[in-house]
């Protein structure tokens, strides 16, 4: 292969590099100029606009860039931004909250910034146009906006709002490390590099069911720069690892089957990135092709084959009070339907990374962007076959994840290539990877008979539902218990009936994915909500303000509400609008806060007073974007009146803090307890001394939730969950039926952080209403037909309409200062929303997910 001379200016200053045919721009700028602001969402996708650069003063997206092509050319980087600049940027976004996970800010900022020097004052309208080849995941792009345009009146000369860094509970704190983010200085895992480092590659299955017969990589191995390559065979511990069954091979061996289109087959470990992907295509792989088990129901069949060795299915969720059948039968009116969701994609920004640095007598620093690290240890130390701690894994804040990075994906792999070549090994896996490889949110199909009297009082729900498994557990047995907890939605119902079943099936996995189980659910009730009150004659609103659950009301699971329960709350804050609106819907929400079911729930902090008499937070959850570390440096504040600027927050697993997976909207909750414990004997100290004359000590604090119960057990007082978020939420279409508005009403608990919250329920808005009307991830007899990003049908700027939000404070005795976790509530009533407006603008009754039909669907990129 010819390697060229490639001269061109970069940020400003006359640079020469040596390159292949085939090099892009990205890597240019990337691996040999070290340049990390233009980030690798899709490469070579070049959808996501994360790694926009400016080229002769057009904002340009260097993925898909040959880089012969800027021969000549001037390319401008964040990195040759002046120092004005980059400090309008990374305080009008931070100021705006127009970041989250922040991985795909600096692109955005890119485009903003050859926006703003063609045009000085664009309107919102131009600003919302500009961003169309951007994907953002977290924010619903509202405070991107809003960011865009404080950044553009400061460049004008305005002076920008001054940041309150007063730390107190209510007040916008900055986010922690939000310039840094915003300019793409903070380094995610792929931007990392450790001397000696190697790169690593995997080699997946191409068939979701198929015999491996023999696996060969003695041609990769021939290769000079192939240090090593590992199969089954190389793993010195436990193959198979999971967060509840240990079902899923990090490797599959000869003679077993593949399970789906992502399994691991091999791993390279080489000297390039490049060179580690040439070997994986000599690696010659022989299989016995089998035909796929493509459905839940062909799963079901007593013919069907085993795609694991306990049969195909994981699991049963019953949940049964009083009498269904019979007040179904004596119900005036009935409701009788199957719904149907689909499986979506979590369409993080940032694809899976992971760094393993192999160290003395066995020991082994990883560096994981997963969503529990503790968790990650121990699968990575079973596997590696040592004791956890030979292993300690450290969290580097990742670019989203909305629940799938819980599961371990490449952290073995990584530090089994570390462990052969006694090497650091890095492996980042492409963007088709990353969608063949992780648990999916699950497709649900749910019959059900829901009844009511003459004034709309809900009697009884009875429903089946089914969930596709796809083909390892994750956490599918929890998902579908959880559907089957929010059957009834936040309603009250005496007689329920419910029986949830998770399959496996040969399809991509399925796991936790933001509303776990609770938005398919609500999508179903919902529906059936606006039948009943149709057949009756009653509008929306009032058959939901009729059954709405208030202190006292039992929810589906049995456990009875003590405290905090402001749903009546949000449907009066919304009864106007909907009321006054010609083309509404309307829906409400529960979501339990905490894991709960029986299983014990920590926080668990050390504060650590620095040489520098900074305090550093130590703790278990992971920050993805959600806005953790802030919140927890707030409450540390609030408490002892440390300037927050004196705080950080650091994630790994060197201290003893387990606190379990960052899931269920819990890690607020838990975290800001255990932060309050430590923090109130900080303040003690600080009553007679001076953070500098405590240098050195630490402040332990322990926050346990351990009354909750197991579903169905035998106990006096059942008590599910600690905590529940509620929400009513109304979605206004045009006279086109295009998304005008939606209006959110969230029960919060209290509002720790304004702009972060607002942030929190717009992005969980733009999720709820991609999965309402676009969002798909096909698959075809198990195998993926397109894993372009593009086809997912991701809302883009454009796409969003306006919201209104109104926040309800019904203090929770459960969450720090009363506050509850927001995390997911803000997309549970949202289809069912949708769906209500929709029949009011058209006639039509939609049952399956997405809404392609709908009008408001029609301009949303399907691929």
Known sequence: MSIKTLEFTLNGNLVSTQIEPDTTLLEVLREQFGLISPKNGCSPQGQCGCCTVIVDNRATVSCVVNAEKVAGKNVLTLEGVSERERDIFSKAFVLGGGLQCGFCIPGIVARAKSLLDKKPCPTREEITGVLNPHICRCTGYVKIIDSIEIAAKALQGEALPEQDFSGRIGSNLPRYDGCEAVLGDRPYIDDMKIPDMLYGALLFSPHPRARVLSIDPARALDIDGVMTVATAKDVPGQRFQGLIYPDWPLFVAEGEETRFVGDVI??????????????LELIDVKYEVLEPVSSPDAALAPDAPKIHKKGNLLSTSLIKRGDADEALKNAP??????????LIEHAFLEPESCIAVPGDNETMQVYSQGQG?????????????????????????????????????????TALLALMTNRPVKITISRDESICLHPKRHPIKMQYWVGCDNDGKLLAVKAKMIGDKGAYASVGSKVLERAAGHSCGPYRVDNVDVEALAVYTNNPPCG??????????????????????????????????????????TFATGQVFEHSVGLKK?????????????????????????????????????????????VTIHQGFTEMGQGLYTVLIQCLCEETGIDPRKVKAIVDTSKPLYCGMTTASRATSLGGNAVRIAAQKLKEDLKTHTLEELIGKEYYGEHVVDFTTALNAKVEKTITHFSYGFATQVVILDEKGKLQKVIAAHDVGKVLNPKLLEGQIEGSIHMGLGYALSEELKVVDSKLPNTNIRSLGLLRAKDMPECQLIF?????????????????????????????????????RRYSLP????????????G
């Open 266 to 279: 091999a791993a390279v470990a080489a000297t390039t990135p490049k060179l580690a992907r040439k070997a």
């Open 333 to 342: 009116y009935v409701v009788n339907h199957t719904w149907s969701t689909q």
């Open 373 to 413: 690290v503790f968790d990650d240890r121990r699968q990575i130390a079973s596997f590696l076959g040592v004791t956890e701690n030979k292993v300690n894994v450290t969290l580097v804040s990742n670019g989203g994840a909305f629940g799938g990075k819980e599961d371990l994906s490449i952290q073995g792999q």
């Open 512 to 553: 936790a994915m933001r509303g776990f189980g609770a938005n398919q659910a609500a999508f179903a009730l919902e529906g059936a909500l606006d039948q009943l009150a149709e057949k009756i004659g009653l509008d929306g609103w009032e058959i939901r303000y009729r059954n709405a659950v208030d202190v006292g009301d």
């Open 570 to 614: 949000t449907l009066l804050a919304v009864k106007d609008i909907y009321q006054n609106a010609k083309y509404a819907g309307i829906a409400c929400g529960i979501k339990n806060v905490g894991i709960g079911n029986g299983m014990p729930e920590y926080g668990r902090v050390l504060l650590v007073v620095e040489n520098d008499a900074t």
């Open 808 to 844: 309800v404070e019904e203090h929770d005795p459960q969450g720090p200062f009363g506050a509850k976790g927001v995390g997911e509530i803000g997309l549970v009533p949202t289809a069912g929303a949708v769906a209500g407006a929709l029949y009011k603008f058209d006639g039509i």
């Open 851 to 862: 809404m392609k039909d709908a009008p408001a669907a029609k301009s949303i990129p399907k």
